[in-house]
Every structure is written in C-alpha cells, then in structure tokens.
C-alpha cells in the first residue's frame, strides 16, 4: 500500500507570494493532519480534516488555511508568505480521527 | 511551556548495547503517547505506541514505558543496530472532541557505533 504522498517535494517562494501544498493519504485513511516543522519551535500542529472537515486547529495565524476533498486528499495554502513560514511541512493520515498518524515525506517550503 | 520535553538531545550507543531514550510530559490530559523515527530529508516513521491504560508495549526489538505517576514514558531498544541512527521524537495527544493533535517533544538524536 503506497504512503502519503505530498507535492511538490521542496519550493522557493518570495515574501508575499501565497503557496498552496497538496497531500494524498494512505488509501482508505479518512483523515489529514498539517504540521510544520523549524529548527526554532520544531514539530508543531497546523490543523486537522476529517470528512472535509477541519476539526482541530493549532495556534497559527488565519494566514494558513486548508481543505480536505471528499476523496480525503488534502491542501494547506499560505498566504502572504513571511520569512519565517520557511519550514518543513509534513502531513499525516490516520484511518480515522483518533487514531495513529503516518508521516509524508513534506514539502520543505524556503521563503526568500 | 513545552507540554512534551526531551531532555536529552544526543545519545550515542555502542552496537548490540540498550538505548534509552527518555520523554517527559506536564499535561495530565494525554492519554495516548507515541514515539516516531525520523531521518534527513524524510517525514517520521511512526514506530511504536501505547495507551494511558498501559504501563508496557513491545513490538520486537523496541519497548515503551510509561510511568503515568512520573509522567514519564521511555524507548528501549534492544540490541541496537546502526540502522536506528536517527532523531527519535516523543509525541502525547488527548482526545478534545473527536479530533486528535501530535504534540511533539524536541526529539533526541541517537547515533548507535558499529
């Protein structure tokens, strides 16, 4: 069974600009969590869908937004990107809410 | 306030020997607790995990402990392999709801010699 899957792999990007993110779950996994990771605040929760639905949502600015499609493939957008959106975004599917999480490979977003 | 914490960021172990690594939490609302393996370049690897209702897990060469009194959960792998080098990072969540967030400690880089 393939893994999560996120497109692109690595982007550059320049202030101001806005990105959009793209993650494909595990098959038959029905929900998708966001995380963003620095080297300054390491691993940290962006948000959570289920059933195209977010139901969960970190302490992050209303600049980061998502969506979930109802075949569970999930996109985060950024908008008016700042230096210090340069992260490592990675997203996760579990089968179901509350359940174990499995890791895509992320998106390593650089901000110049 | 760091709600998971690591406080040993490298650990270096010989080849066959135990590696310990050690997580701390403060939030006595977590109830499920994970530990995941991640290389450069890669997302986590999701390894092994264990219920607040537990106190012990094994899945083949790696064991979890929690200790729900001390708030303190551990990773024993046994015998280590330089395959393991990676940084290993605890994770805690609590059901709020119906939804689930990964809270993440600041992870530990171990380094097994050959």
């Known amino acids: 069974k393939a893994g999560v899957t996120q497109t692109p792999r690595y982007l550059i990007k320049t202030r101001g600009q806005q990105v959009t993110l793209s993650c494909s779950p595990i098959?038959?996994?029905?929900?998708v969590s966001w995380y963003q990771q620095t080297p300054g605040q390491g691993l940290q929760f962006l948000f959570e869908?289920?059933?195209?639905?977010?139901?969960n949502k970190g302490n992050f600015p209303g600049r980061f937004s998502g969506r979930q499609f109802s075949n569970s493939r999930s996109e985060m957008n950024v908008s008016t990107l700042e230096l210090g959106d340069s992260a490592l975004y990675l997203c996760a599917s579990s089968l179901v809410l509350a359940d174990t999480q499995y890791f895509g490979p992320g998106t390593r977003l650089t901000v110049l | 306030d760091q709600q998971v914490k690591q406080n040993s960021p490298s650990l270096s172990v010989q080849e066959g020997r135990i590696s310990i690594l050690n997580c701390d939490y403060t939030n006595s609302m977590f109830d499920y607790f994970l530990w995941y393996k991640k290389y450069p370049a890669e997302g986590p690897t999701f390894l092994i995990s264990i219920s607040s209702i537990k106190d012990k897990n094994e899945d083949g060469r790696f064991t979890v402990f929690l200790n729900k009194s001390a708030k303190h959960l551990s990773l024993h792998i046994v015998p280590s392999q330089p395959g393991d080098s990676a940084v290993y990072y605890c994770a805690a969540s609590e059901v709020g709801g119906s939804a689930r967030q990964l809270t993440f400690g600041s992870g530990t880089q171990l380094t097994v010699l050959p």
């Open positions: 098959s038959g996994h029905r929900s």
């Open positions: 869908y289920f059933s195209e639905t977010q139901r």
